[in-house]
Nanobody, 114 residues
Framework: QMQLVESGGGLVQPGGSLRLSCVASGFPFSLSVMAWYRQAPGRQREQVSRITPGGVDTDAAFLRGRFTISRDNAKNTLYLQMNNLSPDDTAVYYC????????WGQGTQVTVSA
């Protein structure tokens, strides 16, 4: 059974940092293109960052270099380091296997508020 399980979300003050993790199972993680998405209330789900099996990443322009996607293929784990968070970053963050067949995690809530 293919599965993605996210963790690391929570409540953080503006300017703070969080690191999200996503543990994969049931498919060849090291051969998969992986990505982070987010969905804020009332908005469409959008891609945040994407990373190839070899570690080449593509980040959304709106991030302005604040987030870093990475992966540890030995641990079947995807990460998203988020720095200088703002209230606009409040959303449910999802891990996704972009390679086919696609797999979505259940999401982890990130709330940025004073």
């Amino acid at each position: 059974q293919m599965q993605l399980v996210e963790s690391g979300g929570g409540l953080v003050q503006p300017g703070g940092s969080l690191r999200l993790s996503c543990v994969a199972s049931g498919f060849p993680f090291s051969l998969s293109v992986m990505a982070w998405y987010r969905q804020a209330p009332g908005r469409q789900r959008e891609q945040v960052s994407r990373i190839t099996p070899g570690g080449v990443d593509t980040d959304a322009a709106f991030l302005r270099g604040r987030f870093t996607i990475s992966r540890d293929n030995a641990k079947n784990t995807l990460y998203l380091q988020m720095n200088n968070l703002s209230p606009d970053d409040t959303a449910v963050y999802y891990c996704k296997r972009e390679s086919q067949p696609a797999v979505w995690g259940q999401g982890t809530q990130v709330t940025v508020s004073a």
